[in-house]
């Protein structure tokens, strides 16, 4: 981003994005998805993905990594394949369908095209992902046969631009920005998040996570529809961004006092200041953006900068929270 600062590893700055998301992100899901399964060969995905982001992170030359990320999704459709099998609903589809996507955008990367001709295929397994979930927990909610017409519909409309994307770049953008879009504003109107935000401790912190996510969702997707299939540079800096740090973070600040707990089987204690990194975020968030659009380096490496704290300190305050719980605390039960 411009900091004069040493780089550790020259592949690093090339790769953050196949890391995040492939390494990091989706061992994160894989792994949960095998906790829930309690199947040995479920832990497969999540073992696969995560070898093949240390042979990233370490810059082993050749596509070894690469190779194994796509071993690791692949083995995500199959546990996928698993649970639709077991549960056929429209929310075990969705995010059957965003494993799928990670597949496939891994596929293309691993056979040479560049990350911006793939990263639609990425956007698609987390967004598809996260919004399955939703759905799921909405269950309680009682969601019409309008609304789940409407959350399929815009579903439709997101993935049919992200396969566009491999035949026509620009007009494939913009129809899965417009999906985004639509995608946003079904979640800010129908999700059990609206009726949380008027609950009180952890409850409320995790709606309010989720709600600022779903607002970077549709501010992302209003880049894409706008700007359309930009390769690089700084709209392309803001748009990617604003779903990956807005949207994607925004999730996991929120369900990771949900997750953690089941995951490693120790009670978290919640306390307030975790509003702190949230609110960093989305202030930095704005900060980077706002550099972006306006063509102001500095702001764009600030903002950038502040992300990284933000996230860093959300770390640390969810390993103290998991610390304390460890110690006798107690979790502070919460639907999201």
Same mark, same amino acid.
């Given at each position: 981003?411009?900091?004069?600062?040493?780089?550790?590893?020259?592949?690093?700055?090339?790769?953050?994005?196949?890391?995040?998301?492939?390494?990091?992100?989706?061992?994160?899901? &894989?792994?949960?998805?095998?906790?829930?399964?309690?199947?040995?060969?479920?832990?497969?995905?999540?073992l696969?993905?995560?070898?093949?982001?240390?042979?990233?992170?370490?810059?082993?030359p050749?596509?070894?990594?690469?190779? $194994?990320?796509?071993?690791?999704?692949?083995?995500?459709?199959?546990?996928?394949?698993?649970?639709?099998?077991?549960?056929?609903?429209?929310?075990?589809?969705?995010?059957?369908?965003?494993?799928?996507?990670?597949?496939? &955008?891994?596929?293309?990367?691993?056979?040479?095209?560049?990350?911006?001709?793939?990263?639609?295929?990425?956007?698609?397994?987390?967004?598809?992902?996260?919004?399955?979930?939703?759905?799921?927990?909405?269950?309680?909610a009682?969601?019409?046969?309008?609304?789940?017409?409407?959350f399929?519909?815009?579903c439709?409309?997101?993935?049919?631009?992200?396969?566009?994307?491999?035949?026509?770049?620009?007009?494939?953008?913009?129809?899965?920005?417009? &999906?985004?879009? #639509?995608?946003?504003?079904? $979640?800010?109107? =129908?999700?059990?998040?609206?009726?949380?935000?008027?609950?009180?401790?952890?409850?409320?912190?995790?709606?309010?996570?989720?709600?600022?996510?779903?607002?970077?969702?549709?501010?992302?997707?209003?880049?894409?529809?706008?700007?359309?299939?930009?390769?690089?540079?700084?709209i392309?800096?803001?748009?990617?961004?604003?779903?990956?740090?807005? =949207?994607?973070?925004?999730?996991? =600040?929120?369900?990771?006092?949900?997750?953690?707990?089941?995951?490693l089987?120790?009670?978290?204690?919640?306390?307030?200041?975790?509003?702190?990194?949230?609110?960093?975020?989305?202030?930095?968030?704005?900060?980077?953006?706002?550099?972006?659009?306006?063509? #102001?380096?500095?702001?764009?490496?600030?903002?950038?900068? =502040?992300?990284?704290?933000?996230?860093?300190?959300?770390?640390?305050?969810?390993?103290?929270?998991?610390?304390?719980?460890?110690?006798?605390?107690?979790?502070?039960?919460?639907?999201?």
């Open positions: 981003m411009g900091w004069a600062w040493p780089v550790l590893n020259l592949y690093l700055p090339i790769r953050h994005g196949p890391l995040m998301v492939s390494a990091f992100f989706a061992t994160l899901i &894989g792994l949960e998805r095998a906790v829930a399964l309690a199947k040995p060969w479920t832990y497969l995905s999540p696969l993905s995560g070898t093949g982001g240390l042979l990233l992170l370490l810059g082993a050749g596509p070894f990594g690469a190779v $194994l990320l796509a071993a690791g999704s692949l083995g995500l459709v199959m546990v996928f394949i698993t649970i639709v099998r077991r549960h056929f609903a429209l929310y075990t589809s969705v995010m059957a369908l965003g494993a799928l996507c990670w597949l496939v &955008g891994n596929l293309i990367w691993l056979a040479g095209k560049p990350v911006y001709a793939v990263v639609f295929w990425w956007i698609g397994f987390l967004v598809l992902t996260i919004t399955g979930e939703r759905l799921e927990l909405s269950r309680v009682r969601i019409t046969p309008f609304k789940q017409a409407a399929l519909a815009a439709t409309l997101f993935l049919s631009g992200i396969v566009l994307t491999t035949y026509s770049y620009g007009s494939g953008v913009r129809v899965a920005g417009l &999906g985004m879009v #639509a995608l946003g504003v079904w $979640l800010v109107l =129908f999700d059990i998040a609206r009726r949380n935000m008027r609950k009180s401790g952890l409850t409320r912190f995790i709606a309010v996570c989720l709600f600022s996510g779903y607002i970077w969702l549709g501010i992302s997707g209003l880049l894409a529809l706008i700007y359309g299939g930009i390769s690089g540079g700084l392309y800096d803001a748009m990617l961004h604003a779903v990956f740090l807005g =949207f994607v973070f925004g999730m996991v =600040f929120g369900h990771a006092p949900i997750i953690l707990p089941g995951v089987n120790i009670p978290l204690t919640y306390h307030w200041i975790l509003y702190f990194p949230l609110v960093l975020l989305n202030i930095s968030l704005i900060l980077r953006l706002s550099g972006d659009l306006g063509a #102001a380096i500095w702001a764009r490496q600030w903002g950038g900068l =502040f992300n990284a704290i933000a996230i860093l300190l959300y770390l640390g305050l969810m390993a103290y929270s998991v610390t304390r719980g460890r110690r006798g605390g107690k979790s502070a039960p919460a639907i999201g």
